[in-house]
């Protein structure tokens, strides 16, 4: 069975790519196709490599013929958040690249024959606002703020790819912890030098998921087809800044002394600050649970203690 990947060659796409190919035939979908084949490539592959398909993250051309007959699209395209700061220009890129990804493959849904089972819709937590320390499931409104306008906008098109008569899964996806990417290497080079500490109060909450745990979820919301809608891809035990900080300091065997105010972070990063890094949401992955799905990493401490190593 084949399987459409946008964002392949990002940090959850990779793992993704990984996950999946000994069972599926994985079609990544990039702008640069040529350097996508060199990246993709980079994965130790024990089965044939994904094949990579130029997209310019707009339309449905050139790759629809690709999806027809696939069994799941997944999508993963977008601007990344954390890549620098925000300015006006910048929140436009995010949004539009989402939005563009996004309604190329409704568009492309649309004229297919043979349509997919599933699609599945990359989301955040960000879709909740800024939030104190009441706990947040899938049943939660959307919250206000850049991210949640970004994320409503997205989970938008769910309905359209329903009416079309295909399964929709929307993914709200909490705070990644990986070794080769994503948030933890920066969390983790200032506790080496013995610089660690929270931003903040500390009191924000984080929450956060394993890489395996992310790739297994997204796998498992694909193959159980009485499942739609949205999900949490978080822990099931989120935590507050301060308090990853301390377990991050113990598995790293450093202390744990310095804080960054408030204000240092918001004159380096200015909105994003506000809104990724100095606020947070208790986000439990309720429905996620309530399937079934088994979490490899539970626990900050056991994940942290296999993820970081010297």
Not at 82 to 99: D, E, M, T, V, Y
Not at 128 to 149: I, R, S, V
Not at 216 to 235: D, K, P, S, V, W
């Amino acid at each position: 069975m084949r399987v459409i990947i946008t964002g392949a060659t990002g940090f959850i796409g990779r793992a993704l790519c990984r996950e999946l190919h000994r069972d599926y035939e994985l079609i990544a979908l990039s702008r640069n196709a040529e350097r996508a084949q060199r990246r993709v490539c980079k994965i130790n592959f024990a089965h044939p490599t994904p094949k990579v398909v130029q997209w310019d993250a707009r339309t449905p051309t050139d790759w629809d013929r690709e999806a027809d007959g696939a069994y799941a699209i997944i999508n993963l395209a977008g601007e990344n958040l954390g890549a620098g700061r925000w300015n006006q220009a910048r929140k436009s890129r995010i949004l539009q690249s989402r939005l563009d990804a996004t309604k190329a493959i409704v568009e492309a849904v649309k004229r297919l024959q043979n349509k997919p089972k599933v699609v599945i819709l990359a989301s955040a937590i960000g879709y909740y606002g800024p939030h104190q320390d009441e706990q947040l499931d899938e049943a939660a409104p959307p919250g206000e703020g850049f991210l949640a306008n970004v994320c409503r906008q997205v989970e938008g098109f769910a309905d359209q790819i329903e009416a079309l008569g295909v399964r929709c899964v929307v993914v709200r996806t909490g705070v990644v912890l990986g070794r080769d990417g994503g948030a933890l290497p920066r969390l983790v080079t200032p506790f080496r030098f013995y610089l660690g500490g929270h931003l903040g109060s500390g009191r924000q909450w984080f929450s956060w998921i394993s890489l395996d745990d992310e790739v297994a979820a997204i796998r498992f919301l694909m193959e159980n087809e009485q499942l739609r809608g949205a999900f949490n891809l978080t822990a099931p035990q989120p935590v507050t800044m301060k308090e990853f900080c301390r377990i991050l300091g113990k598995v790293l065997n450093r202390p744990v002394w310095l804080s960054v105010p408030a204000f240092a972070a918001r004159l380096a990063l200015g909105e994003m600050a506000d809104q990724m890094l100095l606020s947070g949401q208790r986000v439990l992955p309720g429905r996620l649970s309530a399937a079934g799905f088994k979490f490899k990493y539970p626990d900050l401490e056991k994940a942290l203690s296999d993820l970081v190593k010297w």
